[in-house]
């Protein structure tokens, strides 16, 4: 029943979120700080992830296909296709929902628990638009850039390993990433950047804005909207394989 | 002007207000008081159209707010300004961006006159330039609640509500935010109310005084009637403190 009670007031949400802006130019303001502050200072991080997983695939990859029958591309092969197709968008998604999820909650909890909020209504603005429709976008233009930089950085991270740990040559690996390259890949893996994008950023603002309490009370909501973020990105992820790839 | 009319407002069938009928006049400082949970926030709140009231109307001059639909009362909003008990101002926003954020969102004025409008705010409520670019975590509660006054009254409004507005503060603050609540109300001709229970402001400004006691009226008059009422309740309420018992005692003794 409360599972019901949620999923009914995250849809009264989103409609209130996806109502008519007070003032265009306010929220787009809005938006420009939210690409800052939730995408642009997401860079190293995903960066430095991908980099070090990518050098930790060619690895094990090669490890696993130590085997004199299998072509040496297949380590290069392998780490390509393991990054485009669910490292770089579905595990950095869940990532993601750890960093920005958490910052989301954390941030409209603490104006719901100290009457900003409430001030912003009194005033007579929207408060769930003005608060949540910015970061809905901005986390959904910013995921697929982030995705890109995580592919890239991903190969280039197993470039720089797979020679140096001496498992494989750079010309092999090089030639490996390029074999058998199907685009769509990308394309799907795009696709789902997108709702994940969506998920992180509206079900933690679910949480941040319907808390009640203090402090204590916003840290749980942190933690429950990422445990409940995790959960919807791999259910997606599971449709959306079974819908796109399939 | 506010008009209160035989008000109803239950809660999951508990009736928290019960037959309320008051009027708040402008220029003047009304404050509604009471024991916690005798029902005053739940009357602030109906008044300012968050709780729908399950009977009764609510006038603001010859405006019935009861039959406003919420697009109206969103524009009607505009003409409100709310002060909160510990501030709400925005963290993310500077002093002077926090009395800006009403004009930003709903005037079309320059950005030139916007900040003259934010200097005469901050001004008003005795904010020194220098503290302008600061963070509210970097000013003291005083001065929080001060530029919260500061930003309420920033679209020049007709009604200024505020909730416990001397939570907080030390004795001598508190009497400075009373007085400025009052200079404010007095020289813009705001229908003010405040929703307190400290008994410094009461005698200090309470022109109007609103007693409630288990959601219902139980005493209305100014701050010279309250200390010779004979309303038990108002008295136990009152007395509680035992420096205005000892005045009530010299005062009688006199």
């Keep these: 029943m409360k599972f019901f009670f949620h999923v009914g007031q995250y849809f009264y949400m989103l409609k209130k979120v996806f109502s ?9 303001r809005q938006l ?49 296709d393991t990054l485009i197709l669910e490292f770089s968008s579905t595990m950095m998604a869940l990532i993601l929902a750890g960093k920005i ?52 950085f991903g190969l ?35 696709i789902k950047t997108l709702f994940f994008g969506f998920l992180v950023a509206s079900v933690p603002a679910y949480f941040g804005y319907h808390v009640q309490g203090g402090a204590l009370d916003v840290g749980k909501a942190s933690t429950l909207a990422v445990v409940n973020t995790n959960v919807l990105i791999l259910l ?11 | 002007m506010i008009k209160v009319k035989n008000i109803y407002k239950s809660f999951d069938g508990e009736t928290i207000l019960k037959n309320v009928s008051t009027q708040f006049d402008p220029g003047i400082t009304n404050l509604i008081i009471g024991r916690s949970g005798s029902g005053k926030t739940v009357l602030v709140k109906s008044i300012l159209g968050l709780y729908e009231i399950d009977k009764g109307e609510i006038w603001y001059g010859d405006i019935n707010l009861t039959r406003m639909p919420e697009k109206d009362r969103k524009k009607m909003r505009s003409e409100i300004g709310m002060v909160f008990q510990g501030g709400a101002l925005f963290d993310s926003l500077s002093v002077e961006a926090n009395v800006r954020f009403p004009l930003d969102m709903f005037t079309n004025k320059t950005p030139k006159e916007k900040q003259e409008r934010v200097e005469f705010c901050l001004d008003h409520v005795n904010i020194e330039p220098i503290a302008y670019k600061l963070s509210p975590s970097e000013i003291s509660g005083g001065m929080q609640k001060r530029v919260a006054i500061a930003r309420a009254i920033a679209l020049n409004p007709k009604y200024l509500f505020c909730d416990e507005p001397n939570s907080g503060l030390d004795p001598e603050t508190s009497t400075v935010i009373d007085q400025l ?74």
Excluded: C
């Design chain 1, 101 to 152: 999820g958490s910052n989301i909650t954390s941030e409209i909890g603490t104006m719901r628990v100290t009457e900003q909020i409430d001030s912003l209504e009194i005033m007579g603005v929207n408060s769930a638009s003005y608060l949540i429709l910015p970061k809905i976008i901005a986390v959904v233009l910013i995921f697929p850039f982030l995705y890109i930089i995580s592919v890239f």
């Design chain 2, 181 to 254: 609540i009052q200079n404010l109300t007095k020289e813009f001709n705001m229908t003010t109310i405040i929703n307190t229970h400290d008994m410094n402001s009461v005698i200090e400004i309470g022109e109007f005084v609103l007693f409630i006691s288990k959601g219902e009226v139980a005493w209305e008059g100014t701050n010279k009637e309250i200390l010779h009422t004979e309303n038990k309740k108002l008295n136990d309420f009152i007395f509680a403190n035992k420096l205005y018992a000892q005045l009530k005692k010299e005062g009688e003794n006199k």
């Design chain 1, 156 to 190: 280039l991270g197993g470039l720089i390993t797979g020679p140096i740990a001496g498992v494989i040559t750079a010309a092999d690996y090089i030639a490996g990433i390029q074999w058998l390259f199907y685009p769509y890949y990308v394309t799907f893996s795009i």
């Design chain 1, 236 to 246: 997606f992820d599971l449709i959306l394989t079974q819908l796109l790839l399939t």
């Design chain 1, 32 to 80: 420009f700080h939210e690409i800052d502050s939730l995408g642009v200072n997401s860079i190293w991080l995903v960066i430095i992830i991908s980099v070090f997983i990518g050098g930790i695939m060619v690895i094990q990859f090669a490890y696993s296909m130590a085997n004199p029958l299998y072509p040496n591309t297949l380590v290069g092969l392998g780490t390509r």
């Design chain 1, 20 to 28: 008519k802006p007070e003032k265009h130019k306010m929220y787009i």
